[in-house]
């Protein structure tokens, strides 16, 4: 699933890591553990792409989805809940607002525009081919805990705990077959981790999920990967 072949990274003269070879597989979730400072964002930003400038080779098969979840918990406060969510297909996304506004805006004696408007048709039947997409995100919503009456409010009237609810709904709307998620316990309260907790053990590709909380760990984790390369060598 995710193949990382002679990795090598260094900052400046530093070697954070070198000669990783290892093997992610699929159905199978890694707990990333490590000193602060031993590289675990770092290695974790490369895995998802972040980060491009490092020696050997990360292979992810091209049909393969990968989720991140964000760090910036404010980056969606004018959305509402269903496009927060959506946008986590940002294809998907981009097309329907798109034709939105070409509905509204768009000159339909326009040729260029009647084309346009077939484009991205075509984009919406393939990311969404029964086109339930509101249906589908309401029920996701749903799921983490979130009312239905609350669906189409901004994420700015949203608690702290239930921002991170919709921001992990967004990261997993797209059924990512691969999921990298960076300290998603710190500063969530108990009942978050524990939602969090169930959540994650549903999820069927591979992730890889930093943390310093042993008992959400032990809960979610298949496998440990020990980035303290210095401390092993
Ligand atoms: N952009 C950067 N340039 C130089 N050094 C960096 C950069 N980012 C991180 N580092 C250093 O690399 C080391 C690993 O950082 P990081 O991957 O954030 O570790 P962790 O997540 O395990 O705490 C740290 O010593 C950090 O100071
Ligand atoms: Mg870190």
Not at 108 to 126: S, T
Not at 155 to 160: A, E, Q, R, V, Y
Not at 211 to 222: E, G, I, P, W
Request: net charge negative; proline share 3%; glycine share 6%.
């Amino acid at each position: 699933m995710v193949n990382v072949q002679n990795l090598i990274m260094r900052y400046g003269n530093r070697v954070l890591f070198q000669d990783i070879n290892l093997k992610l597989d699929r159905h199978k979730r890694y707990g990333l553990i490590g000193a602060n400072g031993a590289g675990k964002t770092t290695f974790l930003k490369i895995l998802s792409g972040e980060i491009t400038e490092y020696d050997g080779d990360i292979v992810i098969p091209k049909a393969n989805k990968v989720g991140v979840l964000g760090q910036n918990q404010f980056a969606f406060e004018d959305y509402t809940l269903i496009d927060a969510v959506l946008f986590g297909n940002k294809r998907l996304y981009d097309a329907i607002k798109e034709k939105e506004d070409l509905y509204v805006n768009g000159d339909f004696e326009d040729d260029a525009v009647n084309n346009r408007l077939a484009d991205l048709e075509v984009i919406c039947v393939e990311e969404d081919p029964t086109y339930e997409y509101d249906v589908n995100i309401g029920k996701i919503l749903a799921n983490v805990g979130i009312p239905v009456e609350d669906h189409n409010n901004l994420m700015s009237s949203l608690d702290s705990a239930d921002k991170f609810k919709v921001l992990l709904a967004q990261v997993l709307y797209p059924k990512p077959d691969v999921l990298f998620l960076d300290e998603p316990t710190n500063n969530q309260d108990i009942e978050t981790i524990s939602w969090l907790e169930n959540e994650l053990k549903r999820h069927e590709g591979t992730m890889v999920v930093i943390s310093h909380d042993r008992h959400f760990l032990n809960a979610v984790v298949t496998n440990i990967l020990d980035v303290d390369y210095q401390k092993n060598s």
